[in-house]
């Protein structure tokens, strides 16, 4: 396995680098402290990029969309300082495949990336108080952590989606594809097409990463 680690803190490339080593022994690493490094150190080989927002040569994200565009293959996780809910979503709107703010343990990080690697996409749970206007239809965002508001958002998720739909949300939200999907409910995968399909527009969500918000808010619901 190839992990790129950038960040331009040695201290916290160290720490990362050393959480990652428990992933599977003899793991190669890609390691880069400024946007510039990033660029040279970034080949289509790699199996992951953790990747901080604030790095020497950085303007905002441009250097995630660079990342994005010249290696479109390679997952993508944004590991930053920066706990803002609306930074967090620009990221994952942008093909992330993971935020993890640096807060965060390193037995967090490491579930995160595994989760990654594994083909799921990590959301964080902050992101889940804080859902965006327009990620469910009809129901309005929430207003200085208005607990009522989050209800009512997780009990129109109920009620606009099946039993089935239900269902595959939750597992989209574990980071299963379409056909681990299918196989779990006994389904085919063009079956599990048509409810993705119909639950992207009971939620008027864009993607499965918007999916995965609100599935993941759903899921902590019924927990």
């Given amino acids: 396995m190839k992990i790129l680690i950038a960040d331009d803190h040695r201290l916290v490339i160290e720490a990362v680098k050393s959480k990652l080593s428990e992933l599977e022994p003899g793991i190669e690493f890609v390691l880069a402290m400024s946007v510039d490094e990033l660029f040279a150190g970034a080949t289509d080989e790699l199996d992951l990029a953790l990747i901080d927002l604030n790095m020497p040569g950085a303007d905002g994200q441009a250097h995630i969309d660079e990342i994005r565009r010249r290696h479109p293959a390679v997952p993508v996780i944004v590991l930053s300082g920066y706990e803002d809910p609306a930074i967090m979503r620009s990221a994952l709107e942008r093909g992330v495949l993971g935020f993890i703010p640096k807060a965060y343990s390193p037995e967090v990080m490491l579930s995160a990336v595994r989760l990654v690697l594994a083909g799921g996409v990590y959301v964080p749970p902050m992101m889940l108080t804080a859902l965006p206007p327009g990620i469910v239809a009809g129901v309005p965002p929430t207003q200085n952590g208005d607990a009522r508001a989050s209800s009512a958002t997780l009990e129109h998720l109920r009620s606009v989606l099946t039993e089935r739909q239900v269902e595959v949300l939750q597992l989209l939200s574990q ?8 196989r779990s409910l006994g389904i085919s995968e063009g079956t599990v097409k048509i409810h993705l399909a119909a639950i992207f527009r009971a ?20 927990a």
């Fill in 203 to 222: 939620l008027n969500v864009r993607n499965r990463t918007e999916a995965v918000v609100a599935a993941q808010a759903l899921t902590e619901a019924q």
């Fill in 175 to 182: 980071g299963k594809p379409n056909k681990l999907i299918g």
